[in-house]
């Protein structure tokens, strides 16, 4: 079996969503239902307002409440199952835990149960409103004994030193640390500079923040700068609702083709094993945008900007394994100066930017692009690209569409799908820096990395460019949450109240099923006309299964054409 290895980092406007069905106890003989609103902000604040308050009797761990218990006033649990068989007269809370309530039991007030279920036994009555909620709850425990939110760091902020600096309305922070990032042509970014952000009046602020990049696989070639910079100037006006204005400038090394993965994965993946998944040109240049969010799930981006931009050559930069393999070329591009103008609109209705469990995610991007008198195209071969202008009327579209849904079915079950596509949709053929393929872990894992990249026939290119005009991917997937137990808890030696897990406690079986096609666009033998996407028979699948533990996922898939051999992915961030 061949396998496929990537390790990849850990890359919310919360909104309500429908009400479901809770889990019921087997043995009872009633049903209910909770309203379902993933965690919400202000829940969280509930959460930690009713554990913290000094009036509320806190419990940690199981806690179990016979027939003859009788409590009053507001109960609180954290990180423990609840089994009550006698009276409460008051409300209880439960925080990352379940509630049973035996036959006969008895709440006066209101239950809240988060990050677990709730069962009802025969006979059992709850007074007030009954809330339960799937998803934990982002807290820990304080070695006070108080709840506080848990932060969850990305790989740039837990490789990034920040200090910060307030004096009235001005906050000044100094940056230093790294990008979160690792490739073959810059090594490890460190990235270094200030952030300044004033605000004016309540509705009114301005941010500048300035980078400098120090690469640190530099060299000696001339087709690459070992420092980089980024500036950019906004202003800022409303709330909720508002808009802004900015400018920036730029040195930077951009990465070709960002749809398959994120930068943290591909950096983890070249890391460790020495494989990096994006290819990468220099871009330098500046430019303008204005932006508006008319309600809090929608935004609207406008901008422009002129680049010079170049080709980059892969370095030698370490690697943890495979250190002694030669790294994949990085491809040259077309150089040039180009103009580019852009519009971008994102709907964001998730509940959760890192674990959605309900809602819509709409991305939309055009961008027309003009290249100037000396863009200098590569030499392709024609049944790949026509030749394009090199008058100074050189000028292309593109465009790229992300939609995905996500939908609670159950208390334990979410499904969730996916269809992106991306490419060219008018005037000259694309540049090679903005051309697609499709296979790899992402989008397609049960397929090698750019299994489908339009190289013409007996072309053996060893960078492996991505030279489609066109893609198209959907993705569905099933998740149902396991309790695998897998570890133990211990007790802090140093903080006696504080309880230690170290394992695997509970997981998402995902299972899954992929579908896509990557094609040349327009007439000839082994095109696609412009008006049409490639019939459905045409297109490839994969099916596969996998285990996420919220960061860590391990997946194994199976292509369903071509014969291919069934493939092993690692990765630290979920599938979409």
């Known amino acids: 079996m061949k396998t496929q290895l990537l390790a990849l980092l850990v890359l919310a406007a919360p909104l309500r969503a429908q009400d479901t069905v809770i889990v019921i106890d087997p043995d009872a003989v009633t049903a209910d239902t909770a309203d379902r609103q993933g965690l919400p902000d202000e829940l969280i604040q509930r959460l930690l307002a009713v554990y913290n ?15 003859e218990s009788r409590l009053t006033g507001t109960i609180a649990v954290y990180r423990g199952s609840v089994r009550l068989a006698g009276t409460l007269d008051g409300s ?7 509630l049973l309530l035996l036959p006969g039991a008895e709440i006066t007030g209101n239950v809240l149960v988060v990050g677990g279920d709730l069962a009802l036994g025969e006979g059992t009555r709850i007074g007030g409103r009954k809330e339960v909620y799937w998803d934990a709850a982002p807290v820990v425990r304080s070695p006070a004994g108080e709840l506080v939110r848990r932060e969850r760091r990305r790989l740039p902020e837990l490789t990034t030193a920040r200090r910060s600096f307030q004096t009235g309305p001005l906050r000044a922070t100094l940056v230093l640390g790294t990008d979160g990032s690792y490739n073959r042509v810059e090594g490890l970014p460190i990235v270094f500079g200030p952030t300044l952000d004033l605000r004016l009046s309540r509705t009114l602020s301005t941010r500048f923040d300035a980078r400098g990049i120090l690469r640190t696989a530099g060299d000696n070639d001339l087709l690459r700068e070992d420092f980089g910079y980024s500036g950019r100037l906004e202003l800022r006006v409303g709330g909720s609702r508002g808009a802004g204005i900015g400018i920036r400038a730029y040195s930077i090394i951009n990465g ?11 950096g983890w993946s070249a890391f460790l094993f020495q494989r990096d998944q994006w290819d990468y040109f220099l871009r330098k240049g500046f430019g303008g945008y204005l932006y508006g969010y008319p309600a809090r799930a929608l935004r609207l981006e406008l901008g422009v900007r002129r680049d010079k931009e170049s080709s980059v050559r892969a370095n030698d930069p370490w690697s943890l394994f495979r250190n002694s393999d030669r790294w994949r070329p990085n491809p040259l591009i077309d150089d040039g100066h180009y103009i580019a103008a852009n519009l971008s609109v994102e709907l964001d209705t998730r509940n959760s930017i890192e674990f959605p469990a309900t809602g819509w995610w709409i991305r939309a991007d055009f961008e027309r692009n003009w290249g100037d008198e000396d863009v200098a195209p590569i030499n392709l071969p024609t049944s790949v690209r026509s030749p394009i202008p090199t008058d100074g009327h050189y000028a292309f579209d593109r465009l790229e569409i992300d939609l995905r849904r996500y939908n609670q079915l159950a208390s334990n079950l979410r499904l969730a799908g996916r269809m992106m596509a991306a490419g060219w949709v008018g005037g000259d053929p ?7 393929s499709l296979g790899g872990s992402d989008p397609m894992p049960g397929f090698a990395f750019r299994s489908f990249a339009c190289a013409a026939q007996g072309v053996n290119d060893a960078a492996l460019p991505a030279l489609c005009d066109r893609v198209i991917a959907t993705q569905l997937e099933l998740r149902s949450r396991l309790d695998l137990g897998l570890g133990y ?19 998402d079986l995902v299972v899954f099923v992929d579908a896509g096609k990557a094609w040349l666009s327009g007439g000839g033998p082994g095109r696609v006309p ?20 919220g960061g860590v996922g391990l997946y194994l898939a199976r292509a369903l054409t071509d014969g291919q051999p069934v493939r092993i992915s690692l990765r630290l961030t979920r599938r979409f």
């Open 530 to 549: 412009n008006g049409r996407i490639p019939a459905f028979k045409e297109w490839k699948a994969d099916i596969g299964v996998g285990l996420d533990a």
């Open 92 to 98: 209880l809370t439960v925080i990352n835990g379940s």
């Open 256 to 266: 070709i083709e960002h749809r398959p993965l994120v930068r943290s994965e591909v």
């Open 430 to 436: 694309l540049s090679i820096q903005r051309r697609v």
């Open 489 to 507: 808890r211990y007790r802090d030696r140093f903080r006696h109240d504080v309880d230690r897990f170290i394992g695997i406690d509970q997981a």
């Open 53 to 67: 308050d000094s009036t509320t009797t806190r419990f940690w761990g199981d806690v179990d409440l016979t027939r």
